[in-house]
T-cell receptor
Framework: GEDVEQSLFLSVREGDSSVINCTYT??????LYWYKQEPGAGLQLLTY?????DMKQDQRLTVLLNKKDKHLSLRIADTQTGDSAIYFC???????????FGKGTRLHILP | DAGVTQSPTHLIKTRGQQVTLRCSPI?????VSWYQQVLGQGPQFIFQ???????GRGNFPDRFSARQFPNYSSELNVNALLLGDSALYLC????????????FGNGTRLTVT
């Protein structure tokens, strides 16, 4: 069935780049998303990519998609303390009603 | 513009009771989806509504029901509450449904004792 996997924790020093990785199983996925969740809050849509794209850049965020390996990554340049949160990878198939989320990667920023 | 708003923010109920959660979508958004997020997990899909019609349902028991009103707001109802229903319930809206990104509210934290 459909599944999205991501590592649970990542620690990065302030100012360095963070790279959060995700793999998915549904070969018919057409949309792939990154959401951010801060403590006690809902999910904030950070960025998304269509499956016919390899890369998308938006300010400090870069999304890379390897469709052959079903691998998605989110790079955050110049990581700041405000980036400390849980990051969810999610995928969706065309015409499907639901988004499948991973369990989230908790990003911890070291001083 | 206001984002997705949900009420109440927190709720405590007893096993066997019923609960109604409310959601107002972003202005102009016609689709509303509901997700359940258990602590330490990613959100799980419960329902999607578009133009007041149910478009999708996740793997949840019939105790869970929802509806969408003419103004596109939505309610999620859960009957005969179980301890395992304790979770953050997230509402999301999107402009046109199936192939548009979801924008989430801050959720309703439901605790069942």
């Amino acid at each position: 069935g459909e599944d999205v996997e991501q590592s649970l924790f990542l620690s990065v020093r302030e100012g360095d780049s963070s790279v959060i990785n995700c793999t998915y199983t549904d070969s018919s996925s057409t949309y792939l998303y990154w959401y951010k969740q801060e403590p006690g809050a809902g999910l904030q849509l950070l960025t998304y990519i269509f499956s016919n794209m390899d890369m998308k850049q938006d300010q400090r965020l870069t999304v890379l998609l390897n469709k052959k390996d079903k691998h998605l990554s989110l790079r955050i340049a110049d990581t700041q303390t405000g980036d400390s949160a849980i990051y969810f990878c999610a995928e969706k198939s065309t015409g499907d009603d639901k988004i499948i989320f991973g369990k989230g990667t908790r990003l911890h920023i070291l001083p | 513009d206001a984002g997705v708003t949900q009420s109440p923010t927190h709720l405590i109920k007893t096993r066997g009771q019923q609960v109604t959660l409310r959601c107002s979508p972003i202005s102009g958004h016609k689709s509303v989806s509901w997700y359940q997020q258990v602590l330490g997990q990613g959100p799980q899909f419960i329902f999607q509504y578009y133009e007041k019609e149910e478009r999708g349902r996740g793997n949840f028991p019939d105790r869970f029901s929802a509806r969408q009103f003419p103004n596109y707001s939505s309610e999620l109802n859960v009957n005969a509450l179980l301890l395992g229903d304790s979770a953050l319930y997230l509402c999301a809206s999107s402009p046109w449904g199936a192939d548009s990104p979801l924008h989430f509210g801050n959720g309703t934290r439901l605790t069942v004792t």
